[in-house]
């Protein structure tokens, strides 16, 4: 053998050798870093789920907070119907029974309807007093004070109180419940009450499914007190408890509080991420399967490997485009998630709005300051250019009620019929109509001018009655969710003037 075959092969044989040191080094490396990234991926998703539940609830607590220092509740006292002593099933009647029982309950009723999250609003009193929304049948002596929701806040001076979860079933309805309660006091400042609310497990179905790390990962929610509340990959375990089902390995994480682990489950390996939520008493997990994670770093290091036996052929250029298409792939997931994450944010955002102006709706005695707050809110929700709203009047009439932003004034009375809002009164239907811009007139304000892009019409109805009728030009035209929460706070401006009427009437 020549020493030019020698040295050649000497040559090829330390290539080699640093070659193979080389992609055994890289594995390791990326065997760590694919775990380390999926780590950060499943941990950032499960802070913004926990991040819109934080959001949820707090709309929750201030509603708590509302009623308790509502004044209705601080005139509470004994005329409250007990069901303590009945030795049988009651249908409860707060509805019809008069007094402060009376005006409380439609109150939890204007509060029921106006958050559609809510299954019961209730409240009991420290002579065993109950009233709650909906009426049901009071369970056989039936004691608010004895119940965990009253005992947790009793004596807690007011502050916010989750209890564990519960299954509510009845003929209509199977599904999980959490109560969260506050107490409250009487006029003299003196501890008289518990209230509290039971909240749908809608919601955790919703961010439950929400959860997805990489290709195979999915969601599960479990409460400290180890009861699985909603797994997206096995629902029929919902509501069981973990030791029940095997799931040992979750009941140690959450003892433990190890933010990672590997378990096993149904034939496979999963690696579980953990992520508590210490208000609500929640803990979130994200499972991805093992097998992705090893997969996603030997599919890099195979392209590595290509990569290195060109960087010995051809050039390092090569190395560069491919890394730069990888991180331009690996963007475009990111982007994708943090698009569905900004979505379910805004949605979030819009019951939040809903919410509050259903509060401000509520707080108007009077229906101008009423149609104020409602032409307010829709120019800063749904960007109102120019509004009026006619109520029914007498002898078959619209009556002007109120208007925003208008240039000139509107006519003070139309006839059922007449035009195109008085026919929208006959009709009783919602319509958008999209104008064209160069032939509607401008709308003029302080700083510039400015063409509607939609005219809406719509009738005002509350159990198929009419109230009155609406006009509204926008700026841009609705989109789906737009019509949704417009309809919903049309709802809420109906029930409202329902109650001013009523509460005239009186």
């Given at each position: 053998?020549?020493l030019q075959t020698k040295?050649?092969?000497?040559?090829?044989?330390?290539?080699?050798?640093?070659?193979?040191?080389?992609?055994?080094?890289?594995?390791?490396?990326?065997?760590?870093?694919?775990?380390?990234?999926?780590?950060?991926?499943?941990?950032?998703?499960?802070?913004?789920?926990?991040?819109?539940?934080?959001?949820?609830?707090?709309?929750?607590?201030?509603?708590?907070?509302?009623?308790?220092?509502?004044?209705?509740?601080?005139?509470?006292?004994?005329?409250?119907?007990?069901?303590?002593?009945?030795?049988?099933?009651?249908?409860?009647?707060?509805?019809?029974?008069?007094?402060?029982?009376?005006?409380?309950?439609?109150?939890?009723?204007?509060?029921?309807?106006?958050?559609?999250?809510?299954?019961?609003?209730?409240?009991?009193?420290?002579?065993?007093?109950?009233?709650?929304?909906?009426?049901?049948?009071?369970?056989?002596?039936?004691?608010?004070?004895?119940?965990?929701?009253?005992?947790?806040?009793?004596?807690?001076?007011?502050?916010?109180?989750?209890?564990?979860?519960?299954?509510?079933?009845?003929?209509?309805?199977?599904?999980?419940?959490?109560?969260i309660s506050r107490s409250?006091?009487?006029?003299?400042?003196?501890?008289?009450?518990?209230?509290?609310?039971?909240?749908?497990?809608?919601?955790?179905?919703?961010?439950?499914?929400?959860?997805?790390?990489?290709?195979?990962?999915?969601?599960?929610?479990?409460?400290?007190?180890?009861?699985?509340?909603?797994?997206?990959?096995?629902?029929?375990?919902?509501?069981?408890?973990?030791?029940?089902?095997?799931?040992?390995?979750?009941?140690a994480a959450i003892q433990?509080?190890?933010?990672?682990?590997?378990?096993?489950?149904?034939?496979?390996?999963?690696?579980?991420?953990?992520?508590?939520?210490?208000?609500?008493?929640?803990?979130?997990?994200?499972?991805?399967?093992?097998?992705?994670?090893?997969?996603?770093?030997?599919?890099?290091?195979?392209?590595?490997?290509?990569?290195?036996?060109?960087?010995?052929?051809?050039?390092?250029?090569?190395?560069?485009?491919?890394?730069?298409?990888?991180?331009?792939?690996?963007?475009?997931?990111?982007?994708?998630?943090?698009?569905?994450?900004?979505?379910?944010?805004?949605?979030?955002?819009?019951?939040?709005?809903?919410?509050?102006?259903?509060?401000?709706?509520?707080?108007?005695?009077?229906?101008?300051?009423?149609?104020?707050?409602?032409?307010?809110?829709?120019?800063?929700?749904?960007?109102?250019?120019?509004?009026?709203?006619?109520?029914?009047?007498?002898?078959?009439?619209?009556?002007?009620?109120?208007?925003?932003?208008?240039?000139?004034?509107?006519?003070?009375?139309?006839?059922?019929?007449?035009?195109?809002?008085?026919?929208?009164?006959?009709?009783?239907?919602?319509?958008?109509?999209?104008?064209?811009?160069?032939?509607?007139?401008?709308?003029?304000?302080?700083?510039?001018?400015?063409?509607?892009?939609?005219?809406?019409?719509?009738?005002?109805?509350?159990?198929?009655?009419?109230?009155?009728?609406?006009?509204?030009?926008?700026?841009?035209?609705?989109?789906?969710?737009?019509?949704?929460?417009?309809?919903?706070?049309?709802?809420?401006?109906?029930?409202?003037?329902?109650?001013?009427?009523?509460?005239?009437?009186?």
């Amino acid at each position: 053998m020549s020493l030019q075959t020698k040295i050649a092969l000497s040559f090829t044989a330390v290539l080699l050798v640093a070659v193979l040191a080389f992609n055994v080094t890289l594995s390791i490396y990326l065997k760590e870093a694919a775990r380390e990234d999926y780590r950060q991926g499943a941990l950032r998703q499960l802070a913004d789920i926990r991040q819109i539940v934080s959001v949820h609830y707090d709309r929750v607590y201030k509603l708590l907070n509302f009623l308790a220092e509502h004044p209705l509740l601080k005139q509470a006292d004994a005329s409250i119907t007990r069901y303590v002593d009945s030795g049988e099933l009651t249908m409860m009647t707060p509805s019809i029974n008069g007094g402060i029982e009376q005006e409380i309950f439609e109150l939890f009723e204007l509060i029921g309807r106006t958050d559609g999250d809510l299954l019961f609003v209730y409240l009991g009193t420290e002579d065993g007093g109950y009233v709650q929304w909906p009426q049901t049948h009071a369970s056989v002596y039936y004691d608010p004070r004895v119940r965990p929701w009253y005992q947790a806040s009793a004596h807690l001076n007011g502050a916010v109180v989750h209890t564990e979860p519960y299954a509510y079933v009845d003929l209509l309805v199977h599904q999980l419940l959490g109560s969260i309660s506050r107490s409250f006091t009487n006029q003299a400042g003196e501890h008289y009450g518990v209230v509290a609310v039971d909240f749908k497990s809608d919601t955790l179905s919703q961010l439950v499914q929400r959860i997805r790390i990489g290709h195979t990962g999915h969601g599960m929610i479990v409460h400290r007190s180890g009861t699985l509340l909603a797994d997206a990959l096995n629902p029929k375990n919902n509501l069981k408890p973990l030791e029940e089902i095997g799931y040992d390995d979750f009941l140690a994480a959450i003892q433990t509080e190890v933010e990672t682990f590997q378990t096993h489950l149904n034939g496979v390996d999963y690696q579980v991420y953990q992520y508590p939520e210490d208000t609500a008493g929640w803990v979130f997990f994200g499972l991805v399967d093992v097998r992705e994670i090893e997969q996603a770093a030997q599919t890099i290091r195979r392209i590595m490997f290509v990569v290195s036996l060109i960087l010995l052929l051809i050039s390092i250029p090569v190395s560069v485009v491919l890394a730069h298409a990888l991180n331009r792939k690996v963007h475009q997931q990111q982007h994708q998630l943090n698009a569905l994450v900004d979505t379910q944010k805004i949605k979030t955002q819009r019951q939040h709005w809903l919410s509050a102006a259903g509060m401000r709706l509520q707080q108007a005695n009077n229906l101008p300051a009423l149609i104020q707050v409602f032409f307010s809110d829709l120019h800063q929700m749904l960007h109102l250019m120019q509004g009026v709203m006619y109520v029914v009047g007498d002898e078959e009439r619209l009556v002007l009620a109120g208007s925003f932003s208008c240039a000139e004034p509107p006519p003070l009375h139309l006839s059922l019929g007449e035009g195109l809002l008085g026919q929208c009164a006959i009709d009783q239907r919602l319509q958008v109509i999209e104008v064209d811009t160069e032939r509607v007139a401008m709308i003029r304000s302080g700083l510039g001018d400015a063409r509607p892009q939609a005219i809406v019409l719509a009738p005002i109805l509350l159990n198929d009655s009419l109230l009155g009728v609406v006009e509204l030009a926008l700026l841009k035209a609705f989109d789906t969710d737009d019509q949704a929460l417009f309809e919903n706070l049309l709802a809420l401006l109906a029930l409202n003037i329902e109650i001013i009427g009523r509460n005239g009437s009186t």
